[in-house]
């Protein structure tokens, strides 16, 4: 069961890389003449499709009275693209679907069609001379759960962070009482019935945070805080599950109790929540490069080695730097036969088209090359890896064997379920 889960968040650490990737290059997109002609189209699940189809059919129409004819052409052959296209679609999804087309710089009619890991909230048509993304930003924070706990002798709070979101799901007062001035032996039989209460109250703690973040809301990781030695006395306490303890990421004074106290324990705990991810990131990395230090043969990086492998089913892992970002782009002329793929950094993208539109073509020497196809390595890979059962693993560049893997591999590798090679 646990098993499970963790695929499913694997699944969604890719998805959201993707859909981050997908972003850029939504982003690198101008209208081709600069004219508000793209359309964005966001669409929340529920919606009738057929209530879009029909919306969309209006601003055709609209789209007559714009004064600039060309602009109102190309509004035109993106909305018919994207009804075309809708006739395949038979509903939104559990989470809607964002649609983006129009003429960009590249002089085509491009269409993108995305299906967000998260909820589309709104219903959306813009034209505007760039895809209206914002939306899907939203979606790209880190959606790990985290829980959060406040814990003294006076009270309790418990939380769960996921991306910038923080909802505070239990909070108590104990009613255990304070320090007292009494002295000598009524001292210590008072301090003893405190002691006892103080216990009974952590008891009841340890039992809500079990429930709670092991049942209600698993998370992946929790941050605890409170008064020194409250919370020193708390974490020992034997209800505490171990599997809860085991996985505690780090530990913070905090003088405050309730809502004040949870913001305080969230500002400590923000770097241990980072660090958490990227422990994890940094496992992979060093798994790969054993391997390959070991030299047992079930290692191997770039894009053609980690590419057969796959083909051959192969491959446990691949493991990708987030700073690949290839689109391998076939250009053609239309003066004369010459065809040749080039490969571009998606951020590039912009700047590559606009060359590409004055460059000449080196065989005939006309100005006349144009896109034919483009392809996304990180997109190729990731379908590779689903249809042999790999997992694909995301690697940020920002620490420092992601950067190795980067720098000295290529950013791509892979880890292997058994031996390819003889030679090894
Ligand atoms: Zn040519």
């Known amino acids: ?43 929340p699940p529920g919606t009738r499709l057929s209530d879009i189809n029909s919306q969309l059919r209006d601003e055709y129409g609209t789209a007559t009275n714009i004064k600039d004819k060309s602009t109102g052409k190309a509004v035109q052959s993106a909305l018919s693209s994207i009804m075309s296209r809708m006739k395949n679609l038979t509903d939104p999804g559990k989470n809607g679907i964002a649609i ?5 710089q590249s002089n085509k009619v491009e269409y993108f069609l995305i299906y967000p890991p998260e909820r589309v ?25 985290y829980g959060l706990a406040l814990v003294s002798r006076g009270g309790a709070t418990l939380a769960i962070v996921q991306g910038s979101r ?31 209460a103080a216990q009974k ?36 306490s034997k209800e505490i599950d171990y599997r809860l303890k085991e996985k505690v990421i780090g530990i913070h004074d905090v003088g405050y109790l309730n809502i004040q106290g949870m913001r305080e324990l969230l500002e400590k705990a923000e770097e241990d929540l980072s660090d958490f991810e990227l ?37 446990e892992t691949v493991l990708v730097s987030e700073d690949v970002d290839r689109v391998n782009i076939e250009i053609n002329c239309d003066g004369c036969s010459y065809s040749n793929i080039e490969s571009v950094k998606t951020k590039n993208y912009n700047e590559f088209v606009k060359d590409l539109s004055e460059r000449k073509c080196p065989k005939c020497n006309e100005t006349k090359l144009y896109i034919d ?16 059962g790999a997992n694909l693993e995301v690697i940020a560049t920002s620490h420092e064997d992601g950067a190795m893997l980067y720098g000295a591999f290529g950013g791509i590798a892979a880890i292997l379920r058994y031996k390819l090679f003889d030679g090894y």
């Open 201 to 236: 109250w952590f008891t009841k703690v340890a039992t809500k945070m079990n429930d709670t973040f092991m049942n209600n809301y698993p998370v992946e990781g929790i941050v605890v805080g409170g008064p020194a030695l409250s919370k020193a006395e708390f974490l020992e």
């Open 166 to 196: 923080l909802d505070i799901v239990w909070d108590e007062d104990s009613f255990v009482p304070g320090k007292t001035r009494m002295g000598g032996q009524s001292q210590r039989r008072y301090q003893r019935l405190v002691d006892e």
């Open 121 to 145: 909230g709104i219903k959306l048509y813009v034209c505007d001379y760039v895809f209206h993304i914002d939306h899907l930003k939203d979606m790209l924070e880190s959606k790990l759960r």
């Open 279 to 315: 422990i994890k990131e940094r496992k992979l990395t060093q798994n790969f490069m054993e391997h390959l230090g070991k030299d047992t043969g079930l290692a191997t990086y770039g894009e053609k080695q980690v590419r057969e492998a796959l083909e051959k089913g192969a491959v």
């Open 100 to 104: 983006f087309c129009g003429i960009t």
């Open 1 to 43: 069961m646990s098993h499970q889960k963790e695929k499913e968040e694997k699944r969604s650490s890719v998805e959201r890389y993707l859909l981050k990737h997908e972003i850029e290059k939504l982003e690198s997109r101008r209208s081709f003449n600069m004219s508000t002609s793209l359309v964005s189209l966001y669409i």
């Open 373 to 388: 196809k483009e392809t996304d390595l990180i997109t190729e890979l990731h379908e590779l890896s689903k249809n042999t």
